[in-house]
C-alpha cells in the first residue's frame, strides 16, 4: 500500500490537542497567547483599537509579536503629537510611526 498523509491545517498546539488530540513536536504555528492590557490605554484610544482588530488576537511566535499586538502597543506607544500626525492611520497599514515609539512599543510588549 501507498503512505496516506494528513494534512491538520496551520493551527497552534492549543487547536491541534483540543481538536485532535496530540501535539506535535516541531509546530511551525506554535504561538503563545499575550494580551495586551487594552484598560492602560485612554478610553478613546480604547474604542478605537477595538474598533479596528487591535483588541483581540494578541499573540508571540517564533517571528515575533502579532499584527493585533504590535498595533495595540503602538497605539499605547505614540505620544500625543504622532496621533495628531496622523499616527492611528500609519498603525493600521503596520507601519513604523517612529523609532521612539517603535523601542517604546517593543517595551511595553516585553513588561
Not at 24 to 50: G, I, K, T, V
Not at 57 to 66: I, K, M, N, R
Not at 77 to 90: D, I
Request: proline letters at 5%; one cysteine or more.
Amino acid at each position: 500500500g501507498e503512505e496516506v498523509c494528513l494534512g491538520y491545517g496551520c493551527h497552534d498546539d492549543d487547536v491541534l490537542l483540543r481538536c485532535y488530540g496530540f501535539v506535535p513536536e516541531l509546530n511551525p504555528h506554535r504561538r503563545c497567547a499575550l494580551p495586551f492590557p487594552l484598560d492602560s490605554l485612554p478610553a478613546e484610544q480604547r474604542e478605537w483599537a477595538s474598533k479596528n482588530g487591535l483588541g483581540q488576537g494578541h499573540h508571540l511566535t517564533a517571528e515575533g509579536p502579532s499584527w493585533e499586538l504590535m498595533g495595540a502597543a503602538r497605539l499605547g506607544a505614540a505620544t500625543a503629537v504622532e496621533l495628531e500626525r496622523g499616527a492611528a492611520l500609519v498603525i493600521l497599514e503596520g507601519g513604523t510611526v517612529s523609532a521612539n515609539c517603535e523601542r517604546r512599543a517593543l517595551h511595553r510588549i516585553r513588561k
